[in-house]
């Protein structure tokens, strides 16, 4: 019998393509991810607007800020990977992309290489993998941004479409947090200072 090593998946859409993968314990909004009580990887999706390169404008109450800097603490804590835009300020308070903290490193990737209708720069703050598995290079063009484009209506991706994850990213994320061991259980000797 094959077993999987159970990851959690939190902020999760209602809709999100994680709740069809085996072994993925997911909390949409419904479940709330604050009360997820740990135990194994997690790949976690904050929600991004208050952080975002436009947060100045943002409506979000501080109690949706606040979930940014708890997921970072408990994807060092469990292990897996953080998941945000690129132009996101939590990446002020993190590792410049490709360099190590003590718990992790910073990624960049762009989720178009995946499958997103549009250019996306992302970046992941994975903490307790040995090796990152390979990453997809898919050639073209997008037919459609994020934000639009001035001039060129209909280009702009939808807000569903913007929040989805396409379907071979979170497959990604989810073999790379099942790689990820969490700090708890690195004994103090392995533990990179």
Not at 2 to 26: E, W
């Amino acid at each position: 019998m094959i077993t999987t090593q159970p990851i959690a998946a939190l902020f999760v859409r209602h809709d999100s393509i994680y709740k069809v993968f085996p072994g993925v314990d997911c909390y949409d909004v419904e479940r709330d991810a604050k009360k997820w009580v740990g135990g194994c990887p997690v790949v976690a999706h904050p929600p991004c607007r208050a952080w975002s390169a436009l947060a100045h404008m943002s409506t979000a109450p501080q109690s949706e800020r606040d979930l940014t800097p708890w997921a970072v603490e408990i994807v060092r804590q469990w292990g897996g990977v953080l998941e945000h835009p690129q132009r996101s300020r939590i990446w002020r308070e993190l590792p410049k992309p490709w360099m190590n903290d003590r718990w992790g490193t910073v990624i960049e990737c762009n989720q178009w290489h995946w499958g997103h209708v549009a250019s996306k720069p992302t970046r992941l703050y994975v903490c307790g993998l040995s090796s990152l598995p390979e990453m997809p290079l898919r050639s073209g063009t997008p037919k459609k941004t994020v934000t639009g484009i001035k001039g060129q209506p209909g280009r702009r991706c939808t807000n569903i479409e913007r929040e989805a994850t396409p379907q071979d990213f979170a497959a990604w994320l989810v073999e790379v947090a099942r790689k990820c061991r969490g700090y708890q259980v690195i004994t103090e000797s392995e533990v990179n200072i």
